[in-house]
Every structure is written in C-alpha cells, then in structure tokens.
C-alpha cells in the first residue's frame, strides 16, 4: 500500500499580497481604516492589533487581480517576444512612410 502524500497547504492569504497594498483598503470585517493594521476581534474590546491583516482584506484584493487578468489576455509576457511575421504587421504597407493618413506630409 502505497504512503499518503502529505497535502500541499497553499500559503496564508497575507503572504501572497504586499503590505503596500491591502494597507490601501478598509478592512470590510473589523472597519480597520486604511494605512493601519487589522484590530483583533475577540469582543474584549481592548482595541488590540493584530499582525497580520484579515483575510477578508487581502481576498479583495487577490480577487480584483484575477479579475484583471482575465480582461487583459497576455499581460505580463514581455518575454520572449515572438517576431511579426512579414505581412501582419499593424500598419499596412502603404501608410508605412511615417506620414499621417489625411495630413500632408
């Protein structure tokens, strides 16, 4: 019988965003505003920050992310460029010369 691999854990949510960028946001769960820390909510009321953010914070903004990758196919891929074919290119061959189509060059 064969062992049982141990399962991948996928890292914690505040690891896989920059502090730079959920310090941008309200926190939606504990109203924290943005450029300060996420307030612990265990119903003392004490007011005690906590370390790391909560994950509904950074969820937001893993989502928006997702989101923008699914509208701009490609992005992010500068390298390695793939050559144009001769004959595809995005001007044609007569408006090659640099001058402006209805301008008098």
Sequence with gaps: MA???????ERPLHEQVARRF???????????PATKNCVADDETGAGVLRKDPHDERVQLIIDEGKARRRQVPGR???WPMR???PGTGLVPADE?????????G
């Excluded at 062992?3 to 854990?9: D, E, G, H, I, V």
């Excluded at 941008?24 to 504990?30: A, S, V, Y």
């Excluded at 090659?96 to 008098?104: C, V, W």
């Design 22 to 32: 959920w310090s941008k946001r309200n926190c939606p769960r504990c109203q924290a």
């Design 96 to 104: 090659g010369s640099g001058s402006r189509p209805g301008r008098a």
């Design 3 to 9: 062992a049982a691999q141990p399962s991948k854990q």
């Design 76 to 78: 992010g891929k500068l």
């Design 83 to 85: 050559p144009t074919p």
